[in-house]
């Protein structure tokens, strides 16, 4: 084995103190969440006042920018905890059901987050008259710098690791990535897939879709850019669930890999079962937007 990168002495608090009795912190994690948002008001701010790059025109007016965070904001949280409650740890949520709000100690899930925008998104579509494609469409572009930022926090909180691996870039994790090597003797070296996430989902899918927006009539398409997003973000997870450690609840001693669902040989990990539909109905939508 290659000698493994030393993971980055980096505290996952940016900065906490006691009040009160009160342990109060602010955590990378959250920090990624609010900077994100805040970046992806902006891109959508910047939209909305060029009116040339929308097919009829901007679809809703700046100051309703506010109400629309709300949405967002309360669908990624909610749909976030449930989506991991529900799809990667049921039975112990289910045992202590008042862990379930315990946000901050981490735990949200992106396929369940994406589903409580995609339902707030929807409320607010319709509460306020705006057109759902072209909403949608800004929305997919405001995105990838929150997933970014997000996927950056999982490394710097050392979770979400890849599997072991020689590769030169491998990352020496602490914590329960270093016990569960198979040798005490000598650095387990992972793949930083919260990194490859980070650059795929995150900083290759945004530039591509701040380009289709701003600068090639992307918001011309009703759902193009929806689609890209769909199809590009499946994509990039599917590939990086081979190199992802999965998660400790699939793996066990006639289950290695960690597959949610077998085929012989092979198999597909929980993050990629989820992440089959987005593939399928992305092309789907771009397929459809290419016919209008």
């Given amino acids: ?37 805040a970046i992806g008001w902006q891109v ?3 939209a909305l006042k060029r009116d040339h790059i929308w097919r009829l025109g ?31 740890q049921p039975a112990t949520f289910l045992a202590n059901p008042i862990d379930i709000l315990k946000i901050w100690e981490g735990g949200l899930s992106f396929h369940g987050g994406f589903v409580g925008v995609v339902l707030g998104v929807w409320l607010f579509s319709r509460r306020y008259n705006v057109p759902l494609p072209d909403l949608a469409d800004i929305i997919a572009v405001a995105a990838t710098p929150a997933v970014f930022l997000v996927r950056c926090a999982n490394f710097i909180n050392a979770e979400l690791w890849g599997r072991p691996t020689d590769v ?9 990535a270093a016990q569960s090597c198979a040798t005490a003797t000598e650095a387990c070296a992972r793949h930083p897939s919260q990194l490859y996430e980070a650059t795929l989902e995150g900083l290759i899918l945004g ?38 450690q999965p998660d400790a609840q699939f793996v066990g001693p006639g289950n290695p890999l960690g597959w949610a669902v077998q085929f012989g040989e092979f198999g597909l990990t929980m993050g990629q079962v989820l992440t089959l539909p987005m593939i399928l109905v992305g092309i789907t939508v771009i397929l ?3 016919r209008r």
């Fill in 44 to 46: 959508i701010k910047a």
């Fill in 1 to 37: 084995m290659l000698g493994a990168i030393a993971f980055p002495d980096i505290s996952p608090e940016i900065f906490s103190f006691t009040l009160f009795g009160f342990t109060i912190a602010l955590r990378w994690y959250a920090m990624a969440y609010i900077v994100g948002i």
């Fill in 207 to 244: 530039l591509i879709l701040m380009i289709m927006a701003f600068g090639l009539g992307g918001l011309k398409r009703p759902w193009l850019l929806s689609g890209i997003f769909f199809a590009g973000y499946g994509i990039a997870r599917f590939l990086v669930e081979f190199v992802r």
């Fill in 288 to 290: 459809m937007a290419r």
């Fill in 168 to 176: 030169a870039w491998g990352v020496a994790f602490p914590g329960e």
């Fill in 58 to 88: 901007a679809p809703m007016e700046v100051k309703q920018l506010d109400d629309l965070l709300t949405y967002i904001v309360v669908g990624v949280i909610g749909g976030g905890r449930l989506g991991y409650v529900f799809f990667y």
